[in-house]
């Protein structure tokens, strides 16, 4: 039988952050709209996050410059606790912010951080001494 687009997305979609997350994340959506919440988790995860090309650290990487620049500091907790469930560092994480800043600002960059260091420290995570 062969994997709907619906369900690669929700395999997808586990690797990257907890079982509970995503259910909790889905299911608010669902609520509200059943539509947007089957296009996020098909399109977004389904169709586009599950090319091979790229691998899902340099997918997380992409995504969290991309919400930076947007400024859609919203989306960012979702994203940082799936870059760090799929292998980048604190640190690499970090430097993305600190990349972004002459391309964005200040207030944009120091918006992401925000958003960082809340995920960071409630999952109890330290930046390796070696950043300046």
Same mark, same amino acid.
């Given at each position: 039988? $062969?994997?709907?687009?619906?369900?690669? %997305? &929700?395999?997808?979609? $586990?690797?990257? &952050?907890?079982?509970?997350?995503? *259910?909790?994340? &889905?299911?608010?959506?669902?609520?509200?709209?059943? /539509?947007?919440?089957? #296009?996020?988790? $098909?399109? @977004?995860?389904? /169709?586009?996050?599950?090319?091979?090309?790229? !691998? #899902?650290?340099?997918?997380?990487?992409?995504?969290?410059?991309? #919400?930076?620049?947007?400024?859609? $500091?919203?989306?960012? !907790?979702? =994203?940082?606790?799936? *870059?760090?469930?799929? %292998?980048?560092?604190?640190?690499?994480?970090?430097?993305?912010?600190? =990349?972004?800043?002459?391309?964005? %600002?200040?207030?944009? @960059?120091? %918006? *992401?951080?925000?958003?960082?260091?809340?995920?960071?420290?409630?999952?109890?995570?330290? #930046? !390796?001494?070696? &950043?300046?």
């Amino acid at each position: 039988m $062969e994997t709907t687009r619906y369900e690669k %997305g &929700i395999e997808l979609l $586990e690797k990257m &952050i907890s079982k509970e997350i995503m *259910a909790e994340t &889905i299911e608010k959506v669902k609520q509200f709209s059943p /539509d947007i919440a089957r #296009l996020i988790v $098909e399109f @977004a995860f389904g /169709d586009v996050y599950s090319r091979p090309t790229l !691998d #899902l650290k340099q997918k997380e990487l992409l995504t969290i410059t991309s #919400l930076v620049t947007l400024g859609a $500091e919203s989306q960012l !907790d979702f =994203h940082i606790n799936g *870059a760090l469930n799929v %292998g980048l560092s604190p640190n690499e994480i970090v430097e993305v912010i600190i =990349h972004c800043i002459p391309y964005v %600002g200040f207030p944009r @960059a120091l %918006g *992401a951080l925000q958003v960082i260091m809340k995920v960071f420290e409630k999952r109890n995570v330290k #930046l !390796d001494s070696h &950043i300046k």
